[in-house]
């Protein structure tokens, strides 16, 4: 079975340019989500997607961010423009949310997508 | 708002010794606690997860981890290092019925000859 995929795994660019990240979840995981992971930390949750729906985008920094999730299989997660502390990985995850709901349905993560910005 | 701290950003154990890595949580009724492990360059990996049910938790790679209420805690243990064991873990909570995984800040585990 493959995992989350992820690309690209690594992307340079320059400040105020915009960026895309890109991410396949499991087959038939129903529930995606964007994590942002800075240096030494551990990941925070931008944006969490049931199907197509973002049902919890919070802590989305909207000006700058947006993702989308069109057909409910894969995503999208934009910054336009970048800044310098947007350097970071970010992860994306799936899983499969049943009637009851809930992360104790695990959370399959990505390899992550580090971004430097110069 | 729930939380959880990993006590000790590094941590440093011969191989073969007891792992040890602790992870207290702050929430005014227990919730769902995990372990997730992080290789280089790698995702998140679930080691164990607590959802109510037994308190000592068994999970991958020989490692386990108890529930503690008293205590609001929550430690990773191992009885004996292997050099492969070497990677970052973390904590994380989650409320009851919710959807919602807080981290930890991470511990950056070492493994010595």
């Known amino acids: 079975e493959a995992g989350v995929v992820q690309s690209p795994r690594y992307k340079i660019i320059e400040k105020k340019q915009p960026v895309a990240f890109w991410c396949n979840p499991i087959s038939g995981h129903n529930t995606l989500y964007w994590y942002l992971q800075n240096l030494g930390q551990g990941p925070e949750l931008l944006i969490r997607?049931?199907?197509?729906?973002?049902?919890?985008d919070s802590q989305l920094p909207k000006d700058r961010f947006s993702a989308e999730r069109l057909k409910g299989v894969d995503s999208t997660l934009k910054i336009q423009p970048a800044e310098l502390g947007d350097s970071a990985v970010y992860l994306c995850a799936s899983s499969f949310s049943g009637t009851s709901g809930g992360p104790h349905n695990e959370q399959f993560f990505g390899p992550g997508t580090r971004l430097t910005v110069l | 708002a729930q939380s959880v701290t990993q006590l000790g950003s590094h941590v440093s154990v011969s191989e073969g010794a007891l792992v040890l890595l602790r992870c207290n949580y702050s929430s005014s009724v227990p919730p769902y606690l995990f372990w997730y492990v992080q290789y280089p360059n790698q995702g998140l990996q679930l080691l164990l997860k607590?959802?109510?049910?037994?308190?000592l938790v068994k999970g991958i790679n020989g490692f386990e981890a108890e529930f503690k209420k008293s205590e609001t805690s929550f430690h990773l243990t191992k009885p004996s290092a292997h050099m492969s064991d070497a990677a970052e873990y973390f904590c994380a909570v989650s409320p009851l019925g919710g959807n919602k995984l807080t981290f930890g800040t991470g511990t950056q585990l070492k493994v010595e000859l």
């Open positions: 607590y959802t109510s049910a037994a308190t």
């Open positions: 997607y049931e199907n197509e729906e973002a049902v919890d």
